[in-house]
């Protein structure tokens, strides 16, 4: 059994596996990177945006908010984002 292990660790230094050029692997690295941050970053946009739902929902159903649809808004429509970025100038 002893014999068994050795051989597969011999045959197992003598495997050549091939891989890209270093250069290539630090850019494949870092594409990975930045597509794992973009991820990230959408996760944390998206439960900033159900948190601002959760709140918004809140302060309408208690009358504190109330939506004023735009009159160049057509039915059905989704309003364009602001200057801000977001959809809280349709709230008075």
């Known amino acids: 059994n002893c014999d068994r292990v050795y051989s597969i660790k011999a045959n197992l230094k003598t ?14 690295a870092d594409a990975l990177y930045t597509i794992d941050r973009l991820i990230d970053l959408s996760h944390r946009k998206i ?11 809140h302060e309408l ?19 364009p ?4 970025g977001g959809l809280l100038t349709h709230f008075l």
Do not use: C, W, Y
Request: aromatic letters at 4%; zero cysteines; charged letters at 40%.
């Open 47 to 57: 439960e900033t945006l159900k948190e601002l739902k959760k709140v918004l929902g």
């Open 81 to 84: 984002p602001d200057k801000s």
């Open 15 to 28: 495997l050549v596996i091939p891989h890209p050029p270093m250069e290539e692997q630090v850019k494949i």
């Open 61 to 79: 159903f208690r009358g504190k908010k109330r939506f004023n649809k735009p009159e160049t808004e057509k039915e059905g429509a989704i309003p």
